[in-house]
Structures are given as C-alpha cells and as structure tokens.
C-alpha cells in the first residue's frame, strides 16, 4: 500500500475545501480516527490510511512522492505496490458507497484470492458492496471454477479470449492491474472511455456462456 502523511492529509482536504466531517463520510473512516491521524496524535490502521487515500484520489488529488499534493493534472495514475489492487478497491467503494452502482470486471481469477489474508479481505470487500448496494458483472476463463460472488454475476469467455489481466469499469474509470509480486495499477478518469468501455463489455456479456446455478 502507498502511505500518505499526515501533512499530506491535511494539505488534500485543504485543497478541497472539505471537514473532517465530509472527509469522513466520503472514506468511511471516523473523524476521530481522521483528526488524530492528522495531527499525530494516534497511528490509524493501515487499512483506514488506505481508504482515506482512496478518498482523496477519488476526489481529484495526485499524491506527490516529496511529501507534497496536487490536485490531478491528467486524466491518468499508475502505481506499483505489493497488493496495490487493494487501494483501487478502497477507490472503487469510496466512489459507489453513497449512491450504490455496478462494477463490470474483465480478466478475473478468483483463485488468485484463495490465500488466508486475501480471501478475508475479498470476503470482506463483498461484504461492504453488499450493504451499499453495489453489484458486479465479471467476465471469467471458461475454465474457471472457484466463485465467490453470487454465480449469476459471471459469464464465461472462451480460453482463447480471456486474459489473466484485470480490467474494472466503474463510475466514469476504469482500472488495470497487472499482477506480479509487484503489481502495477494504472487507473483512466475518463468518460468517453467508460462508455465506449460500457458498451463493449456488454456487446460481450449478452453473447458468451452464463455459468449453470
């Protein structure tokens, strides 16, 4: 996960012109937790960090490596991290929780997640788009057989087509990430491309395999 600063923090909501209070609602994260993580005053949780970050990214803040911030100059972001995909799913949460939503993914294998840490995070990340009323569509190899969303959720691609590469559309974005001990995360806020990426993904879904309950 990239970390921000406290001076960070502060700086982004500055930027925005935005509360504790609003900062809160838009990461689901307590303004307590938020004010002492801001002046230092307690060490929040990883995962709370995250989901601030998320926040802000999701906002229109580029987060700068001398410790400074900016708000986003271009329509693109890329980072590399060891499970750097879990930002993008704080991102994705923070972006639909208030107005629920669909995501549609491409390139999905889900054994990738069977491992302890990582299926209870997953369980976790269905758990809170659940409750915010957030669905999935997801395209996955014909030969895929480990589910762990509701199965009408999935379509299968032929093996020829599918591609171990995970591409999420949602909310005027879409998100690549390529996997690795080092994962790279490349994020486009960009309308027109989430459109076309729309309707392309759907032309797909209503003509390739539903999985048999």
Not at 11 to 28: M, P
Not at 48 to 73: C, H, N, Q, T, Y
Not at 88 to 111: A, C, P, R
Request: glycine letters at 6%.
């Amino acid at each position: 996960m990239n970390v921000i600063s406290p001076k960070q923090c502060r700086a982004a909501r500055a930027l925005l012109d935005i509360t504790r209070a609003d900062l809160s609602t838009l990461s689901n994260v307590s303004p307590a937790a938020i004010g002492g993580f801001e002046t230092e005053a307690t060490a929040p949780r990883a995962a709370s960090i995250s989901m601030i970050r998320a926040a802000l990214e999701g906002k229109g803040i580029e987060f700068l490596d001398d410790d400074g911030v900016r708000e986003r100059r271009n329509a693109v972001r890329t980072y590399r991290g060891k499970n750097i995909h879990r930002q993008l799913l704080d991102e994705i949460y923070s972006d639909l929780k208030n107005s629920g939503g669909e995501i549609l993914i491409k390139g999905v294998t889900e054994q990738n997640w069977e491992d302890g840490d990582s299926k209870s995070f997953l369980e976790n990340h269905l758990t809170r788009l659940k409750q915010a009323q957030i669905t999935e569509r997801m395209l996955v190899s014909e030969n895929s057989t480990y589910f762990v969303a509701p199965k009408h959720w999935y379509r299968k691609l032929p093996s020829e087509y599918f591609a171990p590469h995970t591409q999420w559309i949602f909310k005027n974005k879409i998100a690549m990430v390529s996997w690795g001990d080092i994962e790279t995360l490349t994020i486009i806020d960009d309308k027109s491309l989430y459109r076309a990426e729309v309707l392309f993904f759907n032309c797909v879904w209503e003509n390739v395999a539903k999985i048999v309950e």
